[in-house]
Structures are given as C-alpha cells and as structure tokens.
C-alpha cells in the first residue's frame, strides 16, 4: 500500500538544525510532489513547501526563506526536509505528504506518521 | 489566526448528522477546490474529502462535502462515537500557497 513513514522524534538546542527524512514506498515515487506541513501543539496545520522528486525542484513559503532546504535521493525513494536556525517557536509535529491533486490544490495523500521536533534549551 | 475561518466545536448525539462550515475569500476558496481532513487524536490528517465533494476510495458516504462561493462545508451524517476527531478544511490560496482552517472538534454526545 501506499505510505510514507518519517524518522523518529528529534530534540533540539536553539540555532541548531534538524533533518527530517521521509521514505515513500508503494507508488511511483518520481510520479507525486512531496510536501512537508508542520503542525503546532492544539494548533491547525501549517504547510511549508514541496518538492518535486522526478527533477528536484522546490518552493516553500517566504517565512522560511534561508532556512528550509528539501532534497531527495531517488534511489531509496525518500526526501529530507532540513530546517536550521531553529527556534522555540520551531517546536512542532513535521509532516511529509504526498500531492494527488493538480498543482494549485491542497489534497494529500497518504501523510506521514508525523515527526515530533522539540526546540529546548 | 488561520486563513480559512472554522467553528471550534461542534457536537451532537450518536446517529445525527453535524455539519462543519469553512469560510474564505476569493483568493481561496471562490477559485480553488476545497479538501477536507480528518485528524483522530495523536495521529496524521487523512484526507475524506477533494474537490469540493469528492470521496476517496474506502471513505464512507456518510461523510459529504459541498461549496458555494467562498464557504464550504463538511457534512456527517450517521454519527458515530469514532468520528470524535478535529477536521480541518483547506486549499490553494493565490497569494499563500496552501492554506488550512483552525480546526473543528467533533464532539459524540
């Protein structure tokens, strides 16, 4: 079946950086866009950007200029999602999802487990 | 303060039907399709609903979605003590890239 399953939970110090991977399997992965959408204790989803894995390209919103990279390795079929400089504010559950609908639409499908990042000092 | 504006809660006894409105603008929701999301507790969003009405394969009809003109809405019919969950409206913003609702607590009585 279709599923996309993170990396573990991660505890991190104020200005560090966090690697976040996500490893597809049961589909044609160059086939979907990535997209990574974090989301805050009681707080609703907030969506961070995409990556396109057949040519690698990305795009992610203006907050995060400097600091998100996305990156993928074609032969284990997983993307990484790398955010630096990070802050307490940074403090949240990291999704990665698959894009099913045409670009300009908000449908994903399936997501990942989730990966909780801790920012603590 | 989320884009697309949601109820918090919304409750109702087991077998009755809730529904769960989401307003926007017309840079999002009057031009782009609409999804919706289911969030059980502690777990991943799981998509129920896209373009506007549309249910993926395994998605019980008693889940129903519809839009008229910036606002949509979530429909549950045959409530159930396992759809207690927060839902989540969202889609394509054309100055903000994919945007989602605050969240709606369902709520079984």
């Known amino acids: 079946q279709v599923q996309l399953v993170q990396s573990g939970a991660e505890v991190k110090e104020p200005g560090a950086s966090v690697k976040v991977s996500c490893k597809a399997s049961?589909?044609?992965?160059?086939?979907?866009?990535i997209d990574w959408v974090r989301q805050a204790a009681g707080q609703g989803p907030e969506w961070m950007g995409f990556m396109n894995p057949a040519n690698g390209n990305t795009a992610h919103v203006p907050k995060f200029q400097g600091r998100v990279s996305m990156t993928r390795d074609t032969s284990t079929s997983t993307v990484y999602m790398e955010l630096s400089s990070l802050r307490f504010d940074d403090t949240a559950v990291y999704y990665c999802a698959r894009r099913i609908g045409a670009a300009g639409s908000a449908q994903f499908d399936p997501w990942g487990q989730g990966t909780l990042v801790t920012v603590s000092s | 303060q989320s884009v697309l504006t949601q109820p918090p809660s919304v409750s109702a006894a087991p077998g009755q039907k809730v529904t769960i409105s989401c307003s926007g603008s017309t840079s999002n929701i009057g031009n782009y399709y609409v999804s919706w999301y289911q969030q059980l507790p502690g777990t991943a969003p799981k998509l129920l609903i896209y373009?506007?009405?549309k249910r993926p394969s395994g998605i019980p009809d008693r889940f129903s979605g519809s839009k008229s003109g910036t606002s949509a809405t979530l429909g549950i019919t045959g409530l159930q003590t396992g759809d207690e969950a927060v839902y989540y409206c969202?889609?394509?913003?054309?100055?903000?890239?994919?945007?989602f609702g605050g969240g709606t607590k369902v709520t079984v009585l």
């Open positions: 969202g889609t394509w913003d054309s100055r903000l890239d994919v945007v």
């Open positions: 049961g589909y044609t992965f160059i086939s979907y866009d």
């Open positions: 373009d506007n009405n």
